[in-house]
């Protein structure tokens, strides 16, 4: 008898189970392949290109130069910077591991930056004819190796997602070119006459330093079949002068006619246009969202 009531009670309560577990079934609701497309598309692989142009601000540091003022003050021999006046190019990849709204991005890329300052010298006697003027108008440019690594959020939106982003990059010296012109003035012969005393075009990787810092930026990313445009604008803060001490004063062209780098840090706008490409499988009914 005690075993018979024992399953007795075992077998109301597996009744009991299942009839729950049917009532469960039927409130679920049916799995569609809109949601299966949605579900799918929560994590999600892109890859592609991007590139743009940008405008470079320098920060200066310290000051240098390649001539030692005598009877004057060393003041004059301060160089004026022009900031955001010399549009340079960018080119890279763009990578991207993205998950329901947030996105974990790299994008490797050659990043020029140009670089314009100028400065003048004069020396007068005792009359209006003992008057010398010489001029530095100096184009630097600089190409990184940038490999940035950055966070992104989709802040609404399926199709068309306005976006804000935030990380750090670290940018190896790949190349440089300075360009030196050297203009005087002579006033002798009571009128004053300019002419170009050099134009120097020299490659000065030497000079230049890797780079690190740190960027930000807004952007909205709009889908067209598979494939993801992207427009961003972005702001980068290097923390360190880009420029080597240790050839500041080596021997060389630029230094024998008293031009020589200052020490200053980089900051940057960009706007980038990048179009990238889903790495997970995608058919007809999983597009690109």
Request: include cysteine; aromatic fraction near 16%; charge should be negative.
């Amino acid at each position: 008898m005690p075993r018979l009531r024992l399953l007795t009670v075992l077998l109301s309560f597996m009744l009991l189970f299942s009839v729950c577990e049917g009532i469960a079934q039927k409130r679920k609701k049916p799995s569609t392949p809109a949601s299966q497309a949605k579900e799918f598309l929560n994590t999600q692989w892109w890859l592609g290109i991007r590139g743009g142009t940008n405008f470079t601000q320098t920060t200066l540091l310290d000051s240098f130069s390649g001539l030692n003022p005598i009877n004057y003050s060393a003041d004059n021999l301060d160089k004026e910077y022009e900031n955001f006046v010399n549009p340079a190019f960018h080119i890279g990849l763009d990578v991207t591991f993205y998950h329901k709204g947030f996105s974990i991005m790299s994008f490797p890329t050659f990043f020029r930056n140009n670089i314009n300052y100028s400065s003048q010298l004069s020396w007068s006697g005792e009359s209006e004819r003992d008057q010398y003027e010489t001029s530095y108008d100096v184009q630097q440019s600089i190409t990184f190796l940038e490999l940035p690594l950055a966070v992104k959020y989709d802040i609404i939106g399926d199709r068309v997602r306005p976006f804000v982003m935030a990380g750090a990059f670290y940018s190896i010296a790949f190349d440089a070119n300075k360009e030196v012109q050297i203009f005087e003035t002579d006033y002798a012969s009571g009128e004053p006459v300019e002419f170009e005393r050099a134009n120097i075009k020299l490659n000065n990787k030497e000079e230049i330093n890797n780079n690190w810092g740190v960027l930000g930026g807004i952007g909205v990313s709009f889908d067209f079949w598979n494939i993801r445009s992207i427009i961003d604008i972005q702001y980068r803060h290097s923390f360190q002068s880009i420029v080597n001490k240790e050839t500041r004063f080596d021997e060389n062209t630029f230094s024998s006619f008293g031009e020589v780098q200052d020490d200053y840090s980089l900051q940057n706008y960009s706007a980038s246009l990048s179009f990238v490409f889903p790495l997970r499988y995608i058919d007809s009914q999983f597009k690109a969202l």
